[in-house]
């Protein structure tokens, strides 16, 4: 999967949307049974004013011990809602996220929401693909054949480099070259 794929590609079209003054209980019971992070909230016109996330009940309610049966959601709601437009690149949706420390974000254009975008399900895409790719890869058929005086390999410590020929330490990609080239290239000839 390519980090410039726009957003469009990775919306959560499932979305819950509570009125304002349903409470934190209620959101949460919401969250449950649809599977997801966060709840629109919305005012009597049915337009969305704002949005209350897992973290949000966490940090304003029960850790503060109050009933989330007695808290309602426009208390705790994040204002304004932060949305990108779908054709953002998923690059630039995780440096929204990570700039603004938040998890997921409204997919918007003007007032239109068409869904939610979340940073672990663009991580999981992410890994599936990744995953995919190295099963694609088939390992029984080599593309040709490496001379074992070809490569040198890593010791315990990972900033030393080992001479494939006589096991020496080398501190330096450089030094291990110019001492096979002089050293071993030679014998071999």
């Known amino acids: 999967m390519s980090m410039s794929i726009p957003v469009s590609a990775l919306i959560k079209s499932e979305v819950g949307i509570l009125d304002q003054f349903q409470t934190a209980a ?40 109050k009933n989330p049966t007695k808290v309602p959601l426009r208390e705790i709601m994040s204002v304004p809602i932060i949305s990108i437009p779908p054709e953002m690149p998923i690059r630039d949706a995780l440096k929204v996220m ?11 254009s003007g007032s239109n929401i068409y869904g939610m975008v979340d940073r672990e399900d663009i991580i999981v895409k992410m890994e599936r693909a990744v995953l995919e790719g190295a ?45 096979v080239k002089a050293t071993h290239l030679r014998i071999n000839k």
């Open 98 to 108: 990570e700039k603004h420390n938040i998890r997921q974000v409204v997919v918007s």
């Open 135 to 179: 099963h694609a890869f088939n390992i029984d058929s080599p593309l040709c054949i490496l001379d074992p005086f070809a490569s040198t390999s890593i010791g315990k410590e990972k900033s030393v480099l080992i001479c494939p020929h006589c096991q020496m330490e080398y501190s330096d990609k450089e030094l291990l070259s110019k001492h």
């Open 26 to 65: 209620e959101a949460i019971s919401s969250m449950q049974n649809l599977s997801i992070r966060c709840i629109l909230v919305s005012n009597a016109g049915k337009e969305i004013i704002g949005l209350v996330s897992k973290t949000d009940i966490l940090y304003q309610v029960v850790s503060l011990q």
